[in-house]
C-alpha cells in the first residue's frame, strides 16, 4: 500500500467531500479547486466515499483502481454517493447536516487463490465471473459480524451470483484500506 495519510491530510479530504457535495447539491456541479500541491493527494489511488444517515448506509461508490489523483477522486466519488447510488433517493441539502461522511483509500487488489489468504477486518474482496464484478470494503463483515465465508457469500451475491459461487470458482482479489470518517 502506499503511504499512509496522516490526519491533516485526511481532515482535508473529509472537508473536500463535504464541500464538493455540499455545492453540488446547490448548483449540479462539481466545485472548482485548486491545484493540491501535497504529493500524497496528487497521487492515483482507489477510493470510495460511504454516507451514513443515522448510522444506516446512504450511499457508498468509489474508484476500485487507481484512476485519478486522490483528491480528485474524492471529488468525484462524493458526487456519486451522495446522488448516483442506485439504492438510494439523491441525498437532499435537508439531509446532509446529520449525514457521516467516511473516506477508504485503497491499495492495489491482488489476486487469492486460497481462501484463507482473506483476513476479515483487514481485507476487502472483489468478486469476479465473468460479467460480474462485486465488492465489499473491509469494513463490511466487521459491521455486520460476518465470518469469512459469510463475507464470501455476500461478495457473490453483490457481483450478482448464486451465494455459493465462491466455491465453484470465482477470481477473489483482495485490497486493504485506510478508513477514517468525520
Known amino acids: 500500500m502506499s503511504e499512509l495519510l496522516d490526519k491533516d491530510e485526511q481532515q482535508f479530504l473529509l472537508s ?7 455545492h453540488y447539491l446547490k448548483t449540479g ?11 500524497k493527494l496528487q ?3 482507489g477510493a470510495f466515499v460511504t ?3 443515522g448510522g444506516e448506509l446512504r450511499g457508498c461508490i468509489g474508484y476500485p483502481l ?10 468525484d466519488m462524493a458526487i456519486a454517493a451522495s446522488t448516483q447510488d442506485y439504492r438510494f433517493a439523491p441525498l437532499t441539502p435537508d439531509e446532509l447536516p446529520r449525514t457521516r461522511i ?8 491482488q489476486p487469492v487463490t486460497n481462501i484463507s ?4 477486518g483487514k481485507h476487502g474482496i472483489i468478486v469476479s465471473k465473468g460479467f460480474h464484478k462485486g465488492l465489499l470494503l473491509p469494513q463490511v463483515p466487521v459491521e455486520y459480524g460476518w465470518d469469512r465465508e459469510t ?7 453483490k457481483a450478482g451470483l448464486d451465494e455459493d459461487e465462491w466455491k465453484r470458482g470465482v477470481q477473489i482479489e483482495i485490497f486493504s484500506a485506510q478508513v477514517f470518517s468525520e
Do not use: M, Q, W
Open 102 to 109: 467516511e473516506i477508504s483509500v485503497l491499495s492495489l487488489p
Open 117 to 120: 489468504d482473506i483476513e476479515v
Open 43 to 45: 497521487e492515483k489511488r
Open 29 to 39: 456541479e462539481p466545485p472548482t479547486v485548486e491545484a493540491v500541491e501535497n504529493k
Open 51 to 53: 454516507l451514513k444517515a
Open 151 to 157: 463475507f464470501l457469500r455476500h461478495g457473490c451475491l
Open 66 to 75: 487507481p484512476i485519478k489523483p486522490l483528491y480528485e477522486t474524492i471529488i
Open 16 to 22: 473536500l467531500a463535504r464541500r464538493t457535495i455540499e
